[in-house]
Structure formats: C-alpha cells, structure tokens
C-alpha cells in the first residue's frame, strides 16, 4: 500500500522567512495529494492540494509543487506569520476515491 | 459553509466498555472515513465506507470495531471492550469529488 514519508518533523523559522516541508510517496498510481494544517486541539484543515497533473499550484503565500517521476511534493510557506504555527501534514491518495495516507507530520513554530 | 459534525467531544469510559462515537458527514458527500490520532503523532486510516459497505479497512480495525450508517445522516464508529491503547482523537471524514473535510473529532480516554 502507499506509504508517505515527510520531512522535517519540527522547523522552526523567523517571522518574514520561508518554509518548505518536504513529502515523499510510494505508490506511483496516487493522483491527488492535500496538504493539511492542523493547530493544537482542531481539526486537519484543507489548506491546499494538487493533482497529478499538475506540477505547481499557488494560493497566496503557500504554493505546492509535485514531481512526479520522482514521487514527491513539497510546501511551501512565504512571508511566514505567527499564525503559521502549527502542524502540517502532507497526504496522498492511492487510488481514486480510495483512503488518503497521510505523512507524519511537521511542527512549524514561527518566531517573531 | 457545511461541515462534518462529531459527538460527543470528549467520551471517558473504563476499560472493557463499549463507546459509540457518532458523525454526521456533509450532506452530499458520498465517502466517508474514520481516522484516528494519537497525541502528537499521526492521523492513521481506519475505515472507508461507500454504498452502505466497508471499502477499505486497516489493521487497526480488527473485530473489535464497527461502522454502521443507521440512517441517510448519521455514521458510527463503535469500539467494543475498549482498551488502555484505544485512547487518541477520533476524526470522521467525508469526501464528495475529491476533497476530505474532517470533523472536529472526538477525544477517547480510556481508563
């Protein structure tokens, strides 16, 4: 089944600095990959995902690029804010409709 | 802006009883998954439920847990004889086209 793989585990950045967290996946067949942001005590909040057929998606100060050929996709954070701060998590699904299996998770603390 | 809707928040119960935890998914979505994290670490694939039928299921989701959708609204988890390693956060999902939404989870704690 798919496995993902997501690094770091915890990165701490300054206010006004860029973070990029990093997500391998196994399955070549997965097709639809979402990235998480979950603040302590809440839910997984959908922030921003990408097909597989697409190489680059943007959304203000958060943009998502997936290579395909070598299985990984990244996020990445501009202009980081305090309320950054939080856990994100990258996901992939194997197949369509199928379950998402989602990475470990990266603490991300922003310092003013 | 409809979301997916869990009770109760939190649920205490003692070892070797039975929990049912409840959601009730957004309206037109058609998938619907149990998840669970334990504190600090995580989110872990239960159980998918399509067409009034399990599609995929873990090796955590032994026989020791059911789902059941009873009605058009609701969709259930239960947990029998409930044990120490079963306390974490319970998260049901939904899904339409593509899309997982989360509820905002139900905390177990198993005494």
């Known amino acids: 089944g798919e496995n993902v793989e997501q ?106 | 802006e409809p979301e997916v809707t869990q009770t109760p928040s939190h649920q205490v119960t003692q070892m070797g009883q039975e929990v049912i935890l409840r959601c009730v998914p957004i309206s037109n979505h058609l998938y619907f998954y149990w998840y669970r994290q334990i504190l600090g ?16 299921k873990s090796e955590i989701f032994d026989d020791q847990f059911s789902v059941e959708r009873p009605d058009g609204s609701n969709f259930t988890l239960k947990i029998r004889s409930t044990k120490l390693e079963d306390s974490a956060m319970y998260f049901c999902a939904s899904s339409s086209a593509e899309k997982l939404f989360f509820g905002s989870g139900t905390q177990l704690s198993v005494l």
């Open chain 1, 7 to 112: 690094h770091p585990s915890t990165l701490s950045v300054q206010e006004g600095d860029s973070a990029v967290i990093k997500c391998t996946y196994s399955d070549s067949a997965s097709n639809y990959f979402p990235w998480y942001k979950q603040e302590l005590g809440k839910r997984p909040q959908l922030i921003i995902d990408i097909r597989s057929n697409v190489g680059e998606k943007k959304d203000q100060r958060i943009a998502v690029t997936l290579n395909k050929t070598a299985k990984h996709f990244s996020l990445h954070i501009t202009e980081t804010q305090p309320e950054d701060s939080a856990v994100y998590f990258c996901a992939a699904r194997g197949n369509s409709w199928g379950k998402f299996q989602f990475g470990a998770g990266t603490q991300v603390v922003v310092t003013p």
């Open chain 2, 41 to 56: 670490q995580k989110v872990e694939f239960l159980v998918s439920f399509y067409n009034n039928e399990i599609s995929e």
